[in-house]
């Protein structure tokens, strides 16, 4: 079985701050995690993936699997950071090619002026 | 053509109705996935098909049928729904697996059974 945890329903910063999203996973194969972001009125979309290492908008993710854990950092949070954040797993059910993603619960982040 | 769209992108159906889901990909991804998503709520995975076949059916009930009628497309025919099936529908496709398996999503279809 393939579980997301983020502790963290509510995240309030104010801008500038830095700014650190928790997420926890289990998984017994060696799992592809994201993070996926939704700002309001807009459709969910990929913020970055642990296998490209790379960072966006300021934001980096380090898969850790010593303690299971992908948390997602950003030194300097903006308002336009203000927005619904899911961590989450795609791993492989039955030998099957293609991934089921599975969400965490989602932390909502709002950034204050 | 980076986008997964779905029609429409509201629905209001009746217990008895009969309606369908539309969507539409043309990245040449040959997975396609249907979520369900309550409010405030993580999305869930409803379906998964992988090169046009039926690969993952997370038990979902039978009032929720799939089609995927090309590579391109995928349908979701709905029948005798509950008012508890309200929700936001999510169409989202993906390359392949490990590294192409960034899903990418549509808006979603927002539906509401009266």
């Known amino acids: 079985a393939q579980r997301v945890t983020q502790p963290e329903k509510l995240l309030s910063v104010f801008k500038g701050a830095p700014v650190e999203l928790k997420c926890n996973y289990s998984?017994?194969?060696?799992?592809?995690l994201f993070w996926y972001v939704q700002y309001s009125r807009q459709r969910l979309q990929l913020l970055l993936r642990h296998i490209s290492r790379e960072s966006i908008k300021g934001f980096t993710a380090d898969l850790n699997k010593g303690e299971t854990s992908f948390h997602l950092k950003k030194p300097f949070a903006q308002e336009e950071d203000s927005a619904m954040y899911y961590c989450?797993?795609?791993?492989?059910?039955?030998?099957?090619?293609?991934?089921?993603?599975?969400f965490g619960q989602g932390t909502i982040l709002t950034v204050h002026p | 053509d980076t986008e997964v769209t779905q029609t429409p992108k509201h629905l209001v159906m009746g217990m008895t109705n009969k309606k369908s889901l539309k969507c539409e990909q043309h990245m040449g991804h040959r997975a396609m996935y249907w979520y369900k998503q309550k409010a405030k709520k993580p999305p869930e995975l409803m379906f998964v098909y992988s090169y046009e076949k039926l690969s993952i059916n997370e038990s979902v009930p039978s009032r929720f049928s799939p089609e995927c009628p090309n590579s391109s497309l995928l349908n979701l025919h709905l029948h005798a729904l509950q008012p508890e099936d309200s929700a936001l529908y999510l169409c989202?496709?993906?390359?392949?697996?490990?590294?192409?398996?960034?899903?990418?999503f549509g808006q979603g279809t927002r539906l509401t059974v009266v």
């Open positions: 998984y017994s194969g060696s799992p592809e």
């Open positions: 989202a496709s993906s390359q392949g697996q490990g590294a192409r398996s960034e899903a990418f």
């Open positions: 989450a797993l795609s791993g492989q059910q039955g030998g099957t090619s293609y991934g089921k993603l599975t």
